[in-house]
């Protein structure tokens, strides 16, 4: 008639109870001196009385709805984001008008490579939803096991990220208009260490085994010694289109090791710091030289031409990038009647060679039925999929934005931080649209090579996420 002690204390322990389920107080003073196994019987029926009679007690059980936090994570959001605007713009204010483009250029500089890869990061995370939705298996794409990151946790992490590059940049502003010019420029310091910190941490948080997977596809694309894959090609497609984040990063490591930060020394342009040194030429070639090594060791492989016109397509970078740097190492004459002429010729030939790459050969755009189509339709899918406006908008878009990617190459012509972020911005956007017709034509070639998962074999990604427990942060 009655259940065990044991039977009842193991159906209401905290600790074994399913997740998300309510904790039920049935082992308040189990096991205190005086305590009977009748007391144990009473104390549930007891507390069933005190539930009915909306106590206290249980008004504490229930928890806000999740609507509710999301509401209120939100709003925590804005009020942090317009705090720190309001504090970086007062900071800079206080400056005199002469020093304060000086000093939001040398912000700018510490903190872009940070803003412009949080940027990416949220922009994958919708590449991941909108992959999720539709039919395209994205997890059989780029070889990922069923623990790969969703496109929640991509936009946890992007949120963090969020969080910590402003704060970082606001104590930087802060700290060095009120005089603290040693604590200001600890700050990038910090955020640089940290980060790197993270990216090569040994220990299983911070989802390990997806930093390794990153950290493993940057090793295959510096060092392309085994045959090339999708998703090492595919990344170091990405950073060509982040060359100035590298550019950006040489700079700002070289200010920090040598005790430069928040200083006047870099002033000088040619200075071992400065812009004109050769060193920013130097890193903005190096992703175009990763995938122009991808290109030959595809070719020693496949044996396919395609892939050496490929390879023809990435050296043109090479000239754009070198001839804009040598206005500051030849003649003015030399630079305006001869050196000047081949820049702009190169980077006509590069802006169209790539963009006749983009439309014919990384996108199929006849067979344009997949990334839109949703599972579910909604109100994204019934504006996107099969409208020939999509068509115009990615062709026409691609081609202004190939012409302005020639900016953001060309040393000599980024002397203005906002215009450059701008531009560098607008080519993350170009390439967020290109993942999604690149992707979908990786799809459309492996379903005519004769592959064809069943989408009731495809896991959903809530369904994943629920049964996942090895992402933990």
Known sequence: MFESPTTIQSSHSPHLRKPGGKAVFSDLGAGEPGNSVQEGYVFPLVLGEMKGANSPLHAAAIMPSPTFLWRFKVILFLIWGFTCCKIGWDSVMRMSADLRDLFLYEAFLYYNPFLLVTMMVWLWGVCLWVFSQSSVNYAKIFDLDQNHLTHREIWKCSIWMTIIVPTSMTAYLYLYSHGEVSLAASQPVILYVAVALVLVFPFDIFYLSSRYFLLRTL????????????????????????????SDLERSVCRMVHRQVATIAWFEADSVCGSHSVGIPLVLVIPYIWRLMQCLRQYKDTKEKATLFNALKYSTAVPVIFLSALKYHVLPDSWTYIYRRLWLFSSVVNSLYSFYWDVTRDWDLSVFTRIFKFNKPSY???LLYGRQWVYFWVIGSNLILRCTWTYKLSAHLRHNYLTVFMVTALEMLRRFQWIFFRVENEWNKITKSGFQLPMTDIPREDEKLLGSTNHNV
């Open 219 to 246: 090793w295959q694309i510096a060092l392309p010694l085994q045959p090339i894959s999708f998703p090492d090609f595919f990344l170091a497609d990405i950073l060509t289109s982040m060359a100035k984040v590298f």
């Open 380 to 382: 994204c899918s019934n």
